[in-house]
């Protein structure tokens, strides 16, 4: 029996299977990359958040991207995550 891997949302801080959340991670330039759940592992240090615009909003609240990705764009991860929201289906286009 394969035990499913497990993450912790960086904004609700609920715990859920890895497919069912976002990864974020900041690219070597400097920018941010928000990985579709069955795309490759993007290298370098990432975080997760749920697919759900309030996460995102906990999450900048509590400083977590702050602490987990220092130098990240506030402006270019929303736009990269509600893109990735709307190709998911989770927010209309």
Excluded: N
């Excluded at 309030?54 to 995550?81: I, M, N, S, T």
Aim: proline share 11%.
């Amino acid at each position: 029996m394969v035990r499913p891997v497990l993450r912790t949302c960086v904004g609700c801080r609920q715990i859920r299977e890895q497919p069912a959340l976002v990864r974020i991670t900041a690219d070597p330039s400097g920018g941010v990359v928000v990985v579709p759940p069955q795309a490759p592992k993007a290298p370098g240090r990432g975080t997760y958040l749920c697919p759900s615009l309030p996460c995102l909003e906990k999450a900048w609240h509590r400083r977590a991207f702050r602490r987990a990705l220092p130098g990240l764009d506030e402006v270019a991860l929303r736009e990269r995550f509600e893109a990735e929201l709307r190709r998911r289906g989770v927010i209309a286009a």
